[in-house]
C-alpha cells in the first residue's frame, strides 16, 4: 500500500507564497501520476492539479493557473505545488494523491476517483 505524506502548509497574507510537498514511503513517485486536491470547510473537494506518470503533463484547475505549479523533483522523491500570489479564497485543506490506472499514463486526471492513494492533507490559510 502507498502511504503519501503532505507538508509545507501554513499561514501567511494575501501576495504571499509557498510550497507544498508530498511523498511517498519507502519508494519514488516516478511511476505515478499525482494530483493536489483542496478541500474548503462547507465545499466539496475541488481539484487543483495534476503531473502525469510518463511523460511529465500538467494540468491545472483555471482557479489557479498562472499562480500554481506543479513538479517533480529530480529524483522523483517528491512532487512539489509552488503557490504564487495567494488569495484568501485559497485557503483549504491541501490533500496529495497518486495512482497509476490506465487512464492516468497520459494526460492527467482531474477525477478524483481516478486516484487511489491519498495523504491526510495539509492546512493552508491565507489571510487578507
Known amino acids: 500500500q502507498v502511504q503519501l505524506r503532505e507538508s509545507g502548509g501554513g499561514l501567511l497574507q494575501a501576495g504571499g507564497s509557498l510550497r507544498l510537498s508530498c511523498v511517498a514511503s519507502?519508494?519514488?513517485?516516478?511511476?505515478?501520476?499525482v494530483a493536489w486536491f483542496r478541500q474548503a470547510p462547507g465545499k466539496e473537494r475541488e481539484f487543483v492539479a495534476a503531473i502525469g506518470q510518463s511523460d511529465g503533463t500538467t494540468h491545472y484547475a483555471d482557479s489557479v493557473k498562472g499562480r500554481f505549479t506543479i513538479s517533480r523533483d529530480n529524483a522523483n522523491i517528491a512532487v512539489y505545488l509552488q503557490m504564487n500570489s495567494l488569495k484568501p479564497e485559497d485557503t483549504a485543506v491541501y490533500y496529495c494523491a497518486a495512482g497509476q490506472r490506465p487512464s492516468l499514463w497520459g494526460t492527467p486526471s482531474a477525477q478524483e476517483n481516478e486516484y487511489d492513494y491519498w495523504g491526510q492533507g495539509t492546512q493552508v490559510t491565507v489571510s487578507s
Open positions: 519507502g519508494r519514488t513517485l516516478s511511476r505515478y501520476a
